[in-house]
T-cell receptor, first 114, second 109 residues
Framework: DGGITQSPKYLFRKEGQNVTLSCEQNLNHDAMYWYRQDPGQGLRLIYYSQIVNDFQKGDIAEGYSVSREKKESFPLTVTSAQKNPTAFYLC?????????????FGDGTRLSIL | GQQVMQIPQYQHVQEGEDFTTYCNSS?????IQWYKQRPGGHPVFLIQLVKSGEVKKQKRLTFQFGEAKKNSSLHITATQTTDVGTYFCAGLGDYKLSFGAGTTVTVRA
């Protein structure tokens, strides 16, 4: 079955530590996205990529970094500079960049601070 | 910047009743999408509206796009327990999809 796989499902970060969230898709989609979801705030865009080797900052990129070396993969690193990283992180993809194409979401990674 | 506001934030509905959630944008949108997120799950695409004044139906769900393409609504009739979840609108403008904060629906049996 085609879809988006996020791992791990739960992740704990220590102070001063960088952690990387994995996102893999086998939908052959060009565009991929990372969102952060906090209670009562909906989905906020962290980074997005419309094509391999290219990505753009979203609304809340500070303290995060991404790479897009392969079409299928769009890992997100939460750096120690992100002072409030506890949240639910969702990865999504669409066949083309932000347009009239629906976004398909993974099951998410819940990140907590130890 | 583009902002999408959604009201109400919470909707408690008696089973069998109708309700409506509203979505308003600060700018004109190219299109609007609606998603549903079940408790503990991830958002799932429901529908997209593109044309001014467009109305689409999915069984008991009716979606509408405003004439000025700055607002949208989702109306659910005869609410069932399967309607529980958070409904998000997402508006496309300036090449970015902006999500509303969502309306979280609970149903009293």
């Amino acid at each position: 079955d085609g879809g988006i796989t996020q791992s791990p499902k739960y992740l704990f970060r220590k102070e001063g530590q960088n952690v990387t969230l994995s996102c893999e898709q086998n939908l052959n989609h060009d565009a991929m996205y990372w969102y952060r979801q906090d209670p009562g705030q909906g989905l906020r865009l962290i980074y997005y990529s419309q094509i391999v080797n290219d990505f753009q900052k979203g609304d809340i990129a500070e303290g995060y970094s991404v790479s897009r070396e392969k079409k299928e993969s769009f890992p997100l690193t939460v750096t120690s500079a992100q002072k409030n990283p506890t949240a639910f992180y969702l990865c999504a993809s669409s066949s083309s960049g932000p347009s009239n194409q629906p976004q398909h979401f993974g099951d998410g990674t819940r990140l907590s601070i130890l | 910047g583009q902002q999408v506001m959604q009201i109400p934030q919470y909707q408690h509905v008696q089973e069998g009743e109708d309700f409506t959630t509203y979505c308003n944008s600060s700018t004109t949108l190219s299109n609007i999408q609606w998603y549903k997120q079940r408790p503990g799950g991830h958002p799932v695409f429901l529908i997209q509206l593109v044309k001014s004044g467009e109305v689409k139906k999915q069984k008991r769900l009716t979606f509408q796009f405003g004439e000025a393409k700055k607002n949208s609504s989702l109306h659910i009739t005869a609410t069932q327990t399967t309607d529980v979840g958070t409904y998000f609108c997402a508006g496309l403008g300036d090449y970015k999809l902006s999500f509303g904060a969502g309306t979280t629906v609970t149903v009293r049996a």
